[in-house]
């Protein structure tokens, strides 16, 4: 076997290496072949060598390359999202992801601020329902009529009397119902010098005497009318008011001569056109203001504030009120000590409360004023409630907007989770 | 598309067109098969290397950063062999004996101008020259396959190996020896024209 000690010599000399391997591919530098080629010149064992490596080499070179068993081509579908994926966007993901996380946010906070604007209109919910008929209700069909009637007892204070021309007797103060009539007062039923200032009676005012029963005098006061608060108009002449709740209604009337012989009812009827249901009528607390009384003695009467108060609290608290036609409530019924009244019909289920009012002297300018003060009840405390400012102002103006507002970013918030969803499950790189 | 310039079928499949890149398939799919198959010597294992490796390629393409394309495959080829190799922990058939079974239907093209007794002799030479490939060391063989089988030069070979020019030389060298070597052990198989000569 001399091949076989030939490779194991060769071990040894391996001088020629892997230079044969690079002679036979020509990739030997110049100088390296032409020493190589020296070399072949003197080894028979490099010669051997390199003979039997380039007929391996040629061998293995003319070996018949292998049949394809098949075609290594590839599905067309598989690159389809790989395309899809090379044309999306880099930025597709991450936007569409900050979008529903913004999104997600401002609900959060709509119904945040939903659900504490809800409480706290949830906390007046009974003023609400109260005004509820208001908004929701036609304006014109909200509108509705209460007719008051209430009679106001005005007596001849005792100052006037004293300063009046002909003061019989010098009553006490405040003394509503014993006051003696004056003494120069005309006699009754003698509507002597009473002078209307205007044509246009909203007020009825009747005076009874109390031991006689007859009316000394009759007399129609015309509203001049100014209000605490606001401005009181008088369209058709009925003085109205345009009032809020708590309001202080001052009405003033004005009669020019007023002959004050007895004690003074006068019946005053207020037709008020709310739009609260639930209204009450805390207190008729009537100032009434007189001046320049005339009395047919005197020639010039002294200038003489005159306050009505109630002797009681006439709080009526009147439930849904009729829509009464607005009649004129006239010739007080009552007399006497009977000085206060609300007529049924126009409060319906209202009570009328016994509030005499006595006439006291009181500082003031010259007028003759009744000034109910009428109070609603509902419209106090919704007012109570609005008043208060930025959350009550917030939820009026922001509140009705809350709920399409919160339908709006929920449909949002789902389609672009959706959205999301879809694009990192479907698109999402392996 | 036809046959296009090979540099706009490489631009269109790195845009991910793979019709273009199957047009690169199919003109580069025998010499990947055939490195696989030299590799690995086993059929179905080298079908499975081409197509892990021409499905890689095409997920690749867009890292492709031009040179040789074949190269570039052939590598990916080389390294979805060695994959095959590592996965299977399988040693190729080594063995004349294992590779008998092969005899009958051999997977090699014939010639046919070949007459039938030289065919016969020349595909026994064939069955000699890969079992003796397949008992080189992985990185010998693959280097002897692809410059003596695929007939590329040594800068290709370092370009696709990743290896230094040395390197490939002297793997080349040390694989031929090795080779030559089997066919003389193994020189009383061949027909007597495929005889190297074992004397001076």
Redesign the interface.
């Known amino acids: 076997?001399?091949?076989?000690r030939?490779?194991l010599d060769r071990t040894e000399d391996e001088c020629c290496?892997?230079r044969?391997?690079?002679y036979i591919?020509h990739?030997l530098t110049p100088e390296e072949r032409i020493a190589l080629e020296r070399h072949l010149a003197e080894c028979?064992?490099c010669r051997?060598n390199l003979?039997?490596?380039r007929?391996?080499?040629e061998?293995?070179?003319s070996?018949?390359?292998?049949?394809?068993?098949?075609?290594?081509?590839?599905?067309?579908e598989?690159?389809?999202p790989?395309?899809a994926?090379?044309r999306r966007p880099a930025w597709g993901l991450p936007l569409l992801q900050g979008a529903t996380a913004l999104v997600a946010l401002l609900f959060v906070v709509v119904v945040a601020g939903d659900l504490f604007l809800g409480s706290s209109a949830s906390r007046s919910a009974p003023q609400m329902v109260a005004i509820q008929p208001t908004a929701a209700m036609d304006q014109a069909a909200a509108v509705q009529e209460v007719e008051v009637t209430q009679l106001v007892q005005i007596q001849p204070a005792p100052t006037m009397a004293v300063e009046a021309a002909v003061p019989e007797q010098p009553s006490e103060p405040g003394a509503a119902k014993a006051l003696p009539p004056v003494a120069t007062a005309a006699p009754p039923s003698a509507p002597e010098a009473l002078t209307m200032a205007a044509p246009t009676p909203t007020a009825t005012a009747e005076a009874g005497g109390i031991g006689g029963g007859e009316p000394a005098v009759s007399v129609t006061m015309e509203a001049m009318a100014a209000t605490v608060e606001m401005p009181l108009e008088t369209p058709q002449g009925a003085p109205r008011v345009e009032a809020t709740s708590g309001a202080t209604v001052t009405l003033a009337f004005t009669a020019t001569t007023l002959l004050l012989t007895q004690p003074l009812t006068v019946q005053v009827t207020m037709t008020m056109w709310t739009t609260v249901e639930h209204m009450s009528i805390r207190a008729l607390s009537a100032t009434a203001t007189a001046a320049a009384a005339t009395y047919p003695t005197a020639a010039a009467a002294p200038q003489q504030d005159l306050l009505l108060l109630p002797t009681a609290e006439p709080a009526v608290e009147t439930a849904t009120p009729a829509r009464a036609p607005t009649e004129k409530a006239d010739g007080g019924t009552e007399q006497g000590a009977e000085t206060m009244a609300v007529t049924e019909e126009a409060l319906n289920a209202a009570v009328p409360t016994e509030a005499p009012y006595a006439l006291l002297p009181g500082p003031g300018p010259t007028a003759i004023a009744a000034a109910p003060e009428v109070r609603d009840v509902a419209q106090e405390k919704q007012a109570a409630v609005e008043e208060p400012g930025i959350v009550g102002t917030l939820r009026e103006t922001v509140a009705p907007w809350f709920s399409l507002a919160e339908i709006v970013l929920g449909a949002a918030f789902a389609l672009l989770a959706l959205a999301t969803a879809v694009v990192m499950f479907r698109w999402q790189p392996r | 598309m036809g046959v296009t310039d090979e540099g706009a079928l490489i631009a269109a499949a790195s845009?991910?067109?793979?019709?273009a890149?199957?047009q690169l398939?199919?003109r580069y799919?025998?010499i990947?098969?055939?490195l696989a198959?030299?590799i690995l010597g086993d059929?179905d294992a080298?079908?499975d290397a081409?197509?892990d490796a021409?499905?890689s390629a095409?997920?690749a393409m867009?890292r492709f950063r031009g040179g040789s394309f074949k190269a570039w495959v052939l590598r990916i080829v080389t390294n979805a062999c060695y994959d095959q190799l590592r996965a299977r922990r399988r040693r190729p058939t080594s063995s004349l004996d294992d590779m008998e079974g092969e005899a009958d239907h051999s997977?090699?093209?014939?010639?046919p101008a070949e007459r039938p007794d030289e065919a016969a002799s020349?595909?026994e030479?064939?069955r000699v020259?890969?079992a003796g490939?397949l008992t080189l060391p992985a990185d010998q063989r693959s280097i002897?396959v692809l410059?003596?089988?695929q007939?590329m030069?040594?800068q290709e070979i370092a370009q696709a190996t990743g290896l230094a020019l040395g390197t490939v030389?002297?793997r080349?060298?040390?694989g031929?020896?090795k080779?030559?070597?089997y066919?003389?052990d193994h020189r009383e198989l061949l027909p007597a024209q495929?005889r190297?000569?074992?004397?001076?």
Not at chain 2, 196 to 200: A, E, G, K, P, V
């Open positions: 076997m001399n091949w076989l030939r490779r290496g892997e044969l391997s690079a591919d990739e028979e064992d051997w003979e039997t490596l007929q391996t080499i061998w293995t070179r070996s018949a390359p292998v049949r394809l068993p098949r075609v290594f081509t590839i599905p067309v598989t690159g389809a790989q395309a994926r090379g | 845009r991910g067109d793979v019709r890149f199957n398939v199919i799919q025998s990947a098969y055939n198959y030299r059929d080298a079908s081409t197509q021409f499905m095409f997920k867009p997977p090699y093209l014939l010639d020349r595909r030479l064939d020259i890969q490939i002897l410059s003596d089988l007939g030069d040594y030389k002297s080349l060298s040390r031929r020896a080779l030559r070597d066919l003389l495929y190297l000569r074992s004397d001076r």
